[in-house]
């Protein structure tokens, strides 16, 4: 059974840092994409960064490029979301998903509803 677990959330001013962690189990990494996913209050849920076990290809959406960066230890079965310069823009609840690959991972990060395996989310505010 996939299980996906994430931690690191929190509250932080405008141009602070913060590191999500997404704990995962239940399937073979090296098969699938692993992403974080944001949703914002009366918005629609978007694939922010995504990443590949098998080549570690990497996307990100063009809002966050330059600022966040993900990476995966697969020895510890961790996906980290690294996110630098927070934007009050930023604030959302972060979602920790996976997917069997079938296409670039840009492709798929573009494509929440591919994604059937979720965390239960965590809450980042960017706030002064």
């Known amino acids: 059974q996939v299980q996906l677990v994430e931690s690191g959330g929190g509250l932080v001013q405008p141009g602070g840092s913060l590191r999500l962690s997404c704990a995962a189990s239940g399937f073979t990494w090296r098969y699938y994409v692993i992403g974080w996913f944001r949703q914002a209050p009366g918005k629609e849920r978007e694939g922010v960064s995504c990443?590949?076990?098998?080549?570690?290809?990497?996307y990100h959406l063009d809002s966050v490029k330059g600022r966040f960066t993900i990476s995966r230890d697969s020895s510890k079965n961790i996906v980290s979301l690294e996110m630098n310069s927070l934007k009050p823009e930023d604030t959302a609840i972060y979602y920790c998903?996976?997917?069997?690959?079938?296409?670039?991972?840009?492709?798929?990060?573009?494509?929440?509803?591919?994604?059937?395996?979720w965390g239960q989310g965590t809450q980042v505010t960017v706030s002064s």
């Open positions: 998903a996976a997917a069997a690959r079938f296409t670039t991972v840009q492709g798929m990060c573009a494509m929440t509803q591919v994604f059937h395996n």
């Open positions: 990443i590949s076990d098998k080549d570690g290809d990497t």
